[in-house]
C-alpha cells in the first residue's frame, strides 16, 4: 500500500515568534509587567529577522498582550501587561464588520453573560463594585435627554454587573460583546422618536436589577436582564436589514 503525505503546516517566521513568547508565558517565565529584551537583543536569541519580530509584538500589542514604548530610558521597549477588555472588543467589532458573527449571534451572547453574571451577583452579595453600579445609575438618571453619555455609562452599568459575579473572565467577555456594538446602538438610540422615554425605561429596569441582586433574588434578576437586553437589544436587531452574512 502506497505511503499517503500530507501537506505540513507551513508557518511564517512571526507565527513562531509568537508561539514562543506563548511558551514563556504559559511556563510562567513571563508574566504581566516584565519587559522583554531589546529588540536586537531578542531577535538574534529567537534566530529571526527584527523585521519578524515587529511583525509578532505588533501582534500581541493588538490583542493587549503587550505596549511598546519608543524611545530611549527605563520606560522603553515592550513590556507584557494584562488588559484584554479593550482588545477583545476591538476584535469582535471587526469579525461583527466582516460578517464573521450575526447582531443576532452577539444578542445571544449578550443574554447568556448577563443572565449567569447577575445570578452570581445575587448570590456573591455586595461588593465595591455594586457601589459603583449604585453611582452609575444615579448618573444615568441625569443623562437621559443626552443619548452618547447614556449610552457609555449604560454600557459601564453592565460591565460592573458582570464583574459583581466575582468572575473576571465572564466580566472581560461581557465588555467586549458589549462593546462590539457599542455605536451601532448609540446610532440606533440617536433615532428614536423618543429617547428620553426609552431611557428613563430602561433605567427602572436598572434599578429593578439592582434591588434584585441586593436581595438575593438572582433568578428574578436573570428573567428581567434577559427581558432587558431583548427588549431594547431585540428591537435595535430586529430592525437592521438582513445580515448578508446569513
Known sequence: MATQWRPVRQSRTHELVLEAIERQLLAGELKAGDRLPPERELAA???VSRSALREALR???TIGVLVAQVGRGPD???RIVREPDDALGRVLRLHLALGS???EDVLEARVVLERSSVEAAARAGRTEDFEEAEELLARMAGAESDAE???ELDTAFHV???RCSGNHLVSTLTAAVRESVRALILDAERNLDDWPATARQLNADHAELLRLIDAGE???AAELVERHIRGFHGAF???RPEDPAR
Open 45 to 47: 536569541a529567537l534566530g
Open 59 to 61: 501582534v500581541l500589542e
Open 76 to 78: 522603553a521597549g515592550a
Open 101 to 103: 458573527y450575526g447582531l
Open 149 to 151: 453619555l447614556f449610552n
Open 160 to 162: 460592573l454587573l458582570a
Open 218 to 220: 438572582g433568578g428574578a
Open 237 to 239: 436587531v430586529s430592525s
